[in-house]
């Protein structure tokens, strides 16, 4: 490995892969075998010193003196800037990009990247009109330039632009060769549910099934489906979850209300008992086919055999809210709580206590309910079940 290769993995592990892009492009720069100035640097040495021990704050501070004793080091001003960003201080990196840009001596390829590092700077600072051109003025000096496809993609994502993030992620795509088809189909979902909301049936099914044929896995589409047919046809409705839940069993639980109301109009609600059950078999440490089942028997007039079926959950999992509060609801259906003990659940009941929390395996963010793109990091399909115990945490 070179020189410049190994340490744009450095930068890239502890900075972000931009930055690590950022120097990996710069390694085109430079007269061959020639060593730059700037590396003789002591504030240099130990800026990469720093950068390896993950000590972001340090390395920004030694790296800016290397700027001031060689303001031409591209390289230097590429990966500050984005340090300068990972950091919170959008506002000195877009100073930097300015400098940058405001050179006569950058390659093409330089000055597509800090147009579009640019743009990133305006994005994360929330001015999405400047991010937008600087997007914009990026992919005129370079189409094929990633870091302004991807940012405009994530633009278009953050202002609900579904169509446009959609069409940016297939270029996207393209030019990676990468295989993104769950992105994609969790856009054409939310295309789904956005013809859906305006009225326009035909073309949310559309969405939906252009959703499915990209990757059966993008849960939202079926359940976006299913609510299309939940008036017209029930059963069809039915045969949609259930190919969710066979797609994707781990997320099984989204589907159960609708599941559960779509068996009952069809007048077989004993169905939804029977899919809890086989769940419950195949995955005993589930909690959540429990609760639905011990809800169900409950409001079937069987609470005993539901206060079993929660006792079991909690052994497996003894930090799940939802699960006591069944419990306690239960108790009460059973007549064995007194007026203090009714009055204590009814206030745990109002209270903001049932929330389901979920956490973001790429980044960790913790989120009060499911949601399919993650807030802080907007990757999709990437929220969990929050765990507590040796099972706790994803692999990102
Ligand atoms: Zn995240």
Redo the contacts with the bound molecule.
């Keep these: 490995m070179t020189d410049t290769a190994l340490l744009a993995v450095l930068v890239a592990a502890v900075g972000g892969t931009l930055a690590g892009r950022a120097w990996a492009s710069s390694r085109m720069r430079g007269v061959h075998g020639e060593r730059p100035a700037f590396r003789a640097s002591p504030h240099y040495s130990q800026g990469l010193h720093y950068l390896a021990s993950g000590q972001l704050d340090p390395a920004v501070h030694e790296l800016l003196k290397v700027l001031r004793e060689h303001p031409d080091a591209v390289e230097v001003q590429q990966v500050v800037s984005h340090l300068l960003r990972e950091v919170g201080q959008v506002e000195r990196a877009i100073e930097v990009h300015r400098s940058m840009l405001a050179r006569s001596d950058l390659s093409r390829a330089e000055r597509a990247h800090a147009l579009a590092s640019l743009g990133t700077d305006y994005r994360k600072a929330g001015l999405l009109d400047r991010a937008t051109q600087a997007y914009d003025e990026a992919l005129d000096v370079d189409a094929r330039n990633l870091h302004a496809l991807e940012g405009q993609q994530k633009l278009f994502e953050d202002q609900r632009q579904w169509r446009e993030a959609f069409e940016a992620q297939t270029r996207i795509a393209r030019l990676r060769k990468s295989e993104d088809g769950l992105v994609l189909a969790f856009l054409q979902a939310e295309m789904g549910n956005e013809a859906a909301r305006a009225g326009r049936p035909e073309d949310a099914e559309a969405a939906y099934r252009t959703a499915l044929s990209l990757d059966r896995r993008a849960f939202a589409a079926y359940l976006g489906l299913a609510a299309q047919w939940r008036e017209r046809d029930a059963h069809r409705s039915a045969s949609i979850l259930e190919s969710a839940i066979t797609a994707v069993p781990e997320r099984a639980y989204l589907a159960f209300e609708p599941l559960r109301e779509a068996y009952a109009s069809i007048g077989e609600p004993s169905r939804f008992m029977a899919l809890c059950e086989r769940l419950i078999e195949q995955a005993p440490r589930d909690w959540r086919a429990r609760l639905a089942l011990a809800r169900h028997l409950r409001e079937d007039g069987r609470p005993g055999e539901a206060l079993g079926l929660l006792l079991r959950a909690l052994e497996a999992n003894p930090h799940v809210l939802l699960v006591h509060l069944e419990v306690w609801r239960t108790l009460r259906e059973m007549g064995q709580l007194g007026p203090e003990e009714q009055r204590y659940v009814s206030t745990v009941e109002e209270s903001a206590l049932y929330v389901d929390p979920h956490i973001?395996t790429?980044?960790r963010?913790r989120a009060d309910d499911m949601l399919w793109r993650?807030p802080?990091?907007h990757?999709w399909n990437?929220l969990v079940e929050e765990r507590v115990g040796p099972a706790a945490g994803g692999q990102s």
Excluded: F, R, S
């Design positions: 973001c790429a980044c963010y993650c802080h990091c990757e990437t």
